[in-house]
């Protein structure tokens, strides 16, 4: 593939990746705390400051986030081992459940999709799936 294929192909990706998650989103409106939660699964134990520049908001805005969040059941706060004067916030088991029925809806929503689209097999979306969870691994050197 020449690399204009694969620059153009690479804006498509992106554009469609975030056209779906849109679309997921207006579907079945979960809020701003989801992506707390998920933030949370991905990366295990934040502190405030971290979770506010992994969402790409404000301190302020990430503490009022987390204090619903605490209020719902869905985190906790607890002492940071390498700071006594902070803490981190932890996904609850409540939280994970959450999590785990936004994420059941969502593939819900593409299972549907999906099935109207006779042209696209398992093996397309295994791919789909694939080249996905390659852009999003860590970069790291690998040899051959």
Same mark, same amino acid.
């Given at each position: 593939?020449s690399?204009?294929?694969?620059d153009a &192909?690479s804006?498509?990706?992106?554009?469609?990746?975030a056209?779906?998650?849109r679309?997921? *989103?207006?579907?079945?409106?979960s809020?701003?705390?989801?992506?707390v939660l998920s933030?949370?699964?991905e990366?295990?134990?934040?502190?405030?400051?971290? &979770?506010?520049?992994a969402? *790409?908001?404000?301190?302020?805005?990430?503490?009022?986030?987390?204090?619903?969040?605490?209020?719902?059941?869905?985190?906790? @706060?607890?002492?940071?081992?390498d700071?006594a004067r902070s803490s &981190?916030?932890?996904?609850?088991?409540?939280?994970r459940?959450e999590?785990?029925?936004?994420? *059941?809806?969502s593939?819900?929503?593409?299972?549907?999709r999906l099935? @109207?689209?006779t042209?696209l097999?398992?093996?397309?979306? %295994?791919t %789909?799936?694939?080249?996905?969870?390659?852009?999003?691994?860590?970069? $790291?050197? *690998?040899? $051959?």
């Amino acid at each position: 593939m020449s690399t204009p294929d694969v620059d153009a &192909l690479s804006g498509d990706l992106t554009v469609y990746a975030a056209r779906l998650v849109r679309l997921i *989103r207006r579907s079945h409106a979960s809020s701003a705390g989801v992506r707390v939660l998920s933030i949370l699964d991905e990366s295990g134990p934040q502190g405030v400051t971290a &979770l506010a520049q992994a969402d *790409r908001c404000s301190q302020p805005t990430m503490t009022g986030q987390v204090n619903q969040l605490v209020d719902q059941g869905w985190v906790a @706060r607890q002492a940071n081992p390498d700071d006594a004067r902070s803490s &981190l916030v932890v996904l609850t088991d409540a939280g994970r459940t959450e999590l785990a029925r936004v994420r *059941r809806l969502s593939a819900g929503l593409v299972s549907e999709r999906l099935a @109207r689209r006779t042209d696209l097999s398992v093996d397309d979306l %295994a791919t %789909a799936v694939a080249v996905l969870q390659a852009v999003l691994e860590p970069t $790291s050197e *690998r040899t $051959s």
